[in-house]
């Protein structure tokens, strides 16, 4: 429980509120219609996409810009944070995500509001094909943050806020058609609780945590493995204070999946 007692846990999760926040009210604002007429699939991709890599930019250094609880599983299947700083940055997302709803809700007109850009299937989509959608989308996007994110790779190239920002991109240009792309579910959550809609709600919390979580064994035990022992990935999960290479505590607290993420 030492990072309870850690200022950079506390600051990691307000990051994590305050970004998810951003994060619902730029993207669900981008997605609202405003005038009659079919909705533009590219402004609301791009919108989504340039509001996540403007605080990977902003916040990554000092979370590591998850905003996501997609992607907060990932990291923690892959052994790469505790799983009390997982359940609160999943909290910390969830009412950030709500608060940002609360937000655009409250300054929309009520005529343009509609149902606050709620992800829904598309008629001709199955739950079942929805929710695989949903799994690939959100896999092909764990897998792009992995990749961006490793410590590991030498000469890293390009922009690491930006590759997660087209990633995401990528995934509402194809997935809006079939979702509405929710490839995060406090992104889903927020609308469904203001407007009070969870029909078929459940896809857009299992598909993006299978994807996320087969992102995760798949880049960190397949493609490019992470050599840890039972016992190391245990001491993380569990939350064990790390030390310095004499065996000494760290001052400063640093968690170690933050290391592992630095931009």
Same mark, same amino acid.
């Given at each position: 429980?030492?990072?309870?007692?850690?200022?950079?846990?506390?600051?990691?999760?307000?990051?994590?509120?305050?970004?998810? +926040?951003?994060? %619902?009210?730029?993207? $669900?604002?981008?997605?609202?219609?405003? #005038?009659?007429?079919?909705?533009?699939?590219?402004?609301?991709? &791009?919108?989504?996409?340039?509001?996540?890599?403007?605080?990977?930019?902003?916040?990554?250094?000092? *979370?590591?810009?998850?905003v996501n609880p997609a992607v907060t599983f990932a990291f923690l299947v892959g052994s790469q944070m505790s799983l009390l700083r997982a359940f609160c940055y999943m909290l910390a997302?969830?009412?950030?995500? %709500? #608060?940002?709803?609360?937000?655009?809700?409250? %300054?929309?007109?009520? #005529?343009?509001?509609?149902?606050? #850009? $709620?992800?829904?299937?598309?008629?001709?989509?199955?739950?079942?094909?929805?929710?695989?959608?949903?799994?690939? +989308?959100? +896999?092909?996007?764990? &897998?792009?943050?992995?990749?961006?994110?490793?410590?590991?790779?030498?000469?890293?190239?390009? /922009? %690491?806020?930006?590759?997660?920002?087209? /990633?995401?991109?990528?995934?509402?240009?194809?997935?809006?058609?079939?979702?509405?792309?929710?490839?995060?579910?406090?992104? *889903?959550?927020?609308?469904?609780?203001?407007?009070?809609?969870?029909?078929?709600?459940?896809?857009?919390?299992?598909?993006?945590?299978?994807?996320?979580? +087969?992102?995760? $064994?798949?880049?960190?035990?397949?493609?490019?493995?992470?050599?840890?022992?039972? *016992?190391?990935?245990?001491?993380?999960?569990?939350?064990?204070?790390? *030390?310095?290479?004499?065996g000494q505590p760290e001052v400063a607290g640093e968690p170690v999946e933050l290391k592992t993420q630095a931009l």
């Amino acid at each position: 429980m030492w990072e309870l007692r850690s200022t950079s846990f506390w600051r990691a999760i307000f990051a994590e509120f305050f970004a998810t +926040l951003f994060y %619902v009210f730029f993207g $669900l604002g981008a997605s609202l219609r405003w #005038a009659p007429g079919p909705l533009h699939v590219l402004q609301v991709a &791009l919108a989504f996409g340039l509001a996540l890599a403007t605080l990977v930019q902003a916040v990554g250094h000092i *979370s590591g810009a998850h905003v996501n609880p997609a992607v907060t599983f990932a990291f923690l299947v892959g052994s790469q944070m505790s799983l009390l700083r997982a359940f609160c940055y999943m909290l910390a997302q969830l009412l950030g995500a %709500v #608060a940002g709803a609360a937000v655009l809700y409250s %300054v929309t007109p009520s #005529a343009v509001r509609g149902n606050l #850009a $709620l992800n829904t299937l598309h008629p001709g989509v199955s739950v079942g094909q929805a929710t695989m959608v949903e799994i690939f +989308l959100t +896999l092909q996007f764990v &897998l792009c943050i992995f990749a961006t994110y490793d410590e590991r790779r030498n000469g890293r190239l390009g /922009s %690491v806020a930006l590759a997660v920002g087209f /990633s995401l991109t990528l995934g509402h240009l194809f997935g809006m058609h079939y979702t509405g792309a929710g490839m995060n579910p406090a992104r *889903s959550f927020a609308p469904a609780i203001l407007t009070r809609n969870f029909t078929n709600h459940w896809v857009y919390w299992v598909g993006p945590i299978i994807g996320g979580g +087969l992102g995760s $064994l798949l880049y960190d035990f397949l493609l490019f493995p992470r050599l840890k022992s039972v *016992s190391e990935r245990l001491s993380i999960l569990k939350g064990v204070r790390p *030390s310095d290479p004499n065996g000494q505590p760290e001052v400063a607290g640093e968690p170690v999946e933050l290391k592992t993420q630095a931009l």
